[in-house]
């Protein structure tokens, strides 16, 4: 994955889930979220890049396996991801999850190279790294996850993985107020769980230049 192509679905991504966001101005129809085509999530760059849905369903991303053991209404399976007219730009409400799914289809080796380093650390420093909450979440200093950067640098697309882990709305990786960085890693498992029902073969987006 170049830069290009992720920056283009992580915007995506962060504008189409902002929670607090006063300049949010759309309005569910069905299924849909839909913008005026002014609003920054749905112009310019972003856009071309949700041009490339436009003929998608979910039945074209979800794997088969996932659409047989849930059931969904045709009328939901079968409605476009995005929809493009002249007054509104509409998207399929679920889309800004979507997006969070396909960076992680792409990042899949990094994230779980991350969870067995710092499970690894862990149990190398145990009187320094702390597990909360039945092991759901890991803490350390800010130092101390400093001090391991270069560890971290060594891992698969580590740049992508640390700013989408830790940079963007989810905040799977976070500082806390005690200046401890917490790991969630009982949600960052949940992504790597969740992914595996979707199925991005035809996604063109991020299948192009690679």
């Known amino acids: ?11 995506l991504y962060q504008a189409l889930t902002r929670r607090f966001d006063l300049s949010q101005n759309f309005y569910y129809d069905g299924f849909y979220k839909c913008f005026n085509p002014k609003h920054y999530a749905v112009r310019g760059e972003n856009l071309e890049t949700l041009k ?4 998608l369903t979910f039945r074209d991303i979800y794997t ?3 659409l047989a053991e849930h059931h969904f209404g045709d009328n939901y399976l079968d409605s476009k991801l995005v929809v493009v007219e002249e007054e509104r730009i509409c998207v399929i409400a679920e889309l800004g999850q979507v997006f969070l799914y396909l960076l992680v289809s792409k990042l899949k080796n990094g ?3 991350f969870l067995e380093l710092v499970d690894k650390l862990q149990k190398e420093h145990k ?27 060594q891992l698969e697309n580590y740049g992508f993985v640390f700013h989408l882990l830790g940079k963007t709305n989810s905040s799977f990786l976070m500082q806390d107020w005690n200046n401890n960085i917490e790991i969630h890693l009982n949600r960052i498992r949940g992504l790597l769980k969740n992914v595996n029902s979707f199925d991005f073969s035809n996604v063109e987006l991020l299948n192009e230049n690679e």
């Open 52 to 55: 490339h849905f436009e003929n």
């Open 1 to 11: 994955m170049t830069k290009e192509q992720y920056n283009k679905v992580c915007l």
């Open 64 to 66: 088969d396996e996932h």
């Open 127 to 153: 009187y320094l790294i702390r597990l909360e909450e039945d092991g759901r979440i890991m803490k350390m200093k800010t130092y101390l996850f400093d001090e391991f950067n270069g560890l971290f640098e």
């Open 111 to 113: 994230i779980e190279q």
